[in-house]
């Protein structure tokens, strides 16, 4: 089953544009807090948060609200970033290994994504816009606040940090406009969806272990369990799923009008069947 | 197999981890300065790790050698467990390693010489006494030999000492340093085993049953001491007759002569553990089978456990002398 979601946090609109045009997203409607978009099959948002710490730790916690399905999605920050001698040419895209931060000593270490043919390269956060270009990493503003407040509630295999390089020791900051950012952006647009895809499945299986159990939501709707029974059930239904995933449960509990009946019911099946071997 | 590598510091410059570069060049390693800040944080996905893991080198600072569990032994007054790894190659439904860590990468500790000078301390301390040392615990003892070395390190060392056992716990069948060398009689090569028909259902990426066995025969042919685990026993529709092929097979292979010792023990889990596993493999057959809370760990029901103990037991009678059964309980 392919059921994943991706939130992408993105600083600024020229940076998003090409995605959004990409992934045919739209904009949510209303007063929203940031500019957010998403697509018709609700599995892929995006964020526009503004350059910076404050507002990179702001646009996510309004995704993470925002999306029903935060919690399961791989989330992704891209963007550009000034780069050090020898890291790489003007439009080199990275996928980060580390982050640092210039204020805090925490390093976080993001997952590997497997089969991935993109370049790797440590990313160094800041406060204020630098041209420390004579450094051995990449520089930019939101990345390390961006990992920092999403490892917070998401399994760190759902988290990636991307960047292009806008500027090094060879072109500075002075030549960043929109139209050279979309320009960076668009040829790198292949290496953002293939990080997406395999992101894509990463959230897949992050959903499948989280999501809510076959009919749980059908049969809570018409009879009352409480809270203990509430878990039960789930419990049940997640074994009922696994070891009879060809006997259909409705028509078994159809008559049984009551919690106690469909929990004594489930836990008789259940414990009464053999796991088969052969 | 291995996703990405990581280095702690400290030990970027430890001839081991240059040994260990060579046999994966092409992929660039990261320094970091210590292995927590990967390894077991909070929320890291156990099972999309255990699909991409990566491989941390790192340096043990403390705890070498450790009291063994309660029940663990195999006839020998004191036992101890030392770790020179966490976590395994292979991926068991009923792995406790599962719900012990929460990353599903490798540590490698390669300072084997602090583990060795804490086994040593060990043994002079308890040098009149009947000790045994295991070695396949928080890692199958064989199954990363190729890349990290360490039977080829350690057996020499235990060759020195007569008097201790040790106990190599394994499904692997990579056995070229035991293959290469004479056997030493105070080690055990023990051998996790269960019907093939279970194995393959929940004994992903291991050795199958037949090779396990095929391996056993050789290593016995050869004289090597084996150790037979039964560990768990696994219940389900025919398991009786499962267990009695699986018998017939491994001891019609083996020459009774080199079983040095034969151990069952029931599939358990500690109560916070299971409850972690479970929530990691929720789709898992095996966890969804009706286990119950008995006292602080989730097992099969009390009946179950010593019918299947007991039934164990009267087969392999036919084939072993009583002496060499032990049971593993593992109560938590």
């Known amino acids: 089953m392919r059921n994943g979601c991706i939130c992408w946090v993105i600083a600024l609109t020229s940076e998003a544009k090409t995605l959004i045009e990409e992934l045919k997203m739209h904009p949510l409607k209303g007063d929203t807090l940031f500019p957010v978009y998403k ?33 399961s999605s791989f989330w992704i920050n891209f963007g550009i970033a000034g780069a050090g001698i020898k890291v790489g040419n003007i439009g080199e895209i990275f996928i980060i290994n580390e982050l ?31 041209n420390i270009y004579e450094s051995s990493f990449l520089f930019d503003m939101e990345g390390w606040v961006f990992y920092n407040i999403v490892q917070r509630k998401i399994t760190r295999e759902l988290i990636a940090v991307m960047k292009i390089i806008s500027d090094n020791s060879t072109e500075n900051m002075s ?50 369990f409480t809270f203990s029974q509430n878990k039960k059930l789930k419990k049940f239904l997640i074994r009922w799923d696994v070891l009879f995933p060809k006997r259909p449960l409705p028509p078994e509990i159809k008559d049984l009008n009551d919690a106690k009946s469909i929990l004594d019911y489930l836990e008789s099946c259940l414990d009464s069947h053999l796991l088969k071997w052969e | 197999m291995i996703n990405q590598i990581y280095i702690e510091n400290e030990i970027k410059n430890h001839p081991r981890v240059h040994d260990i570069l060579k046999k994966f060049k092409g992929k660039p390693p990261i320094y970091i300065d210590k292995y927590a800040s990967i390894f077991n944080r909070k929320n890291q996905n156990f099972r999309i790790q255990k699909k991409y893991p990566s491989l941390i080198l790192a340096q043990k600072k403390a705890g070498y050698v450790l009291k063994a569990p309660e029940d663990f032994g195999i006839g020998n007054s004191y036992n101890f467990y030392f770790s020179h790894m966490y976590n395994c190659l292979y991926d068991c439904e009923y792995c ?27 043994i002079s301390f308890l040098k009149n006494e009947k000790v045994t040392f295991f070695s396949g615990y928080d890692c199958d003892s064989l199954a990363f030999e190729k890349i990290s070395g360490f039977v080829r390190y350690f057996l020499p060392i235990f060759k020195k000492f007569p008097n201790v056992d040790i106990e190599l716990r394994t499904k692997s069948i990579q056995m070229d340093p035991l293959i290469s060398m004479a056997p030493i009689s105070n080690c055990i090569v023990a051998f996790s085993l269960m019907p093939t028909e279970m194995a393959k259902k929940i004994d992903h990426k291991a050795p199958s049953i037949e090779k396990r066995i095929n391996m056993i025969s050789k290593l016995a042919s050869m004289g090597w001491k084996i150790g037979l685990r039964f560990d768990p026993l696994i219940y389900g529709e025919n398991w009786k007759n499962l267990y009695i092929n699986l018998f017939d097979n491994v001891f019609k292979n083996i020459d009774k002569k080199v079983i040095h010792s034969i151990t069952l023990g029931p599939l358990r889990f500690p109560k916070a553990m299971f409850k972690k596993i479970k929530s990691m493999n929720p789709r898992s057959k095996l966890l969804s089978d009706s286990l119950t809370l008995r ?20 087969l392999l009678k036919q084939y072993s002398p009583e002496t060499l059964f032990f049971s593993c309980k593992g109560n938590f």
């Open chain 1, 39 to 71: 697509n018709k099959n609700e599995d892929e948002w995006l964020i526009i948060t503004g350059v910076g710490k404050l507002n990179v730790a702001s646009g996510v916690s309004y995704l993470y609200a925002l999306c029903p399905n935060a919690r």
């Open chain 2, 96 to 122: 406790f390693l599962q719900g012990m860590y929460s990353s599903a990468d490798y540590i490698l500790f390669v300072n084997f010489e602090d583990f060795e000078e804490g086994i040593k301390d060990k």
């Open chain 2, 295 to 314: 006292g602080n760990k989730i097992s099969y029901s009390n009946d179950i456990e010593l019918e299947m103990q007991s039934f164990c037991i009267e």
């Open chain 1, 175 to 224: 030549s960043i406009n929109k139209d050279f950012v979309k320009k960076l952006v668009k040829e790198k647009v292949k290496n953002l969806m293939s990080v997406r895809d395999i992101g894509y499945n990463l959230s897949s299986i992050e959903n499948e272990r989280t999501k809510e159990p076959y009919l749980f939501i059908d049969i809570t709707k018409n009879i009352h």
């Open chain 1, 100 to 130: 640092r931060d210039d204020l805090n000593r925490t390093i976080y270490y993001p997952f590997i994504l497997p089969q991935l043919k993109i370049k790797n390269a440590m990313l160094k956060t800041f406060n204020q816009p630098q």
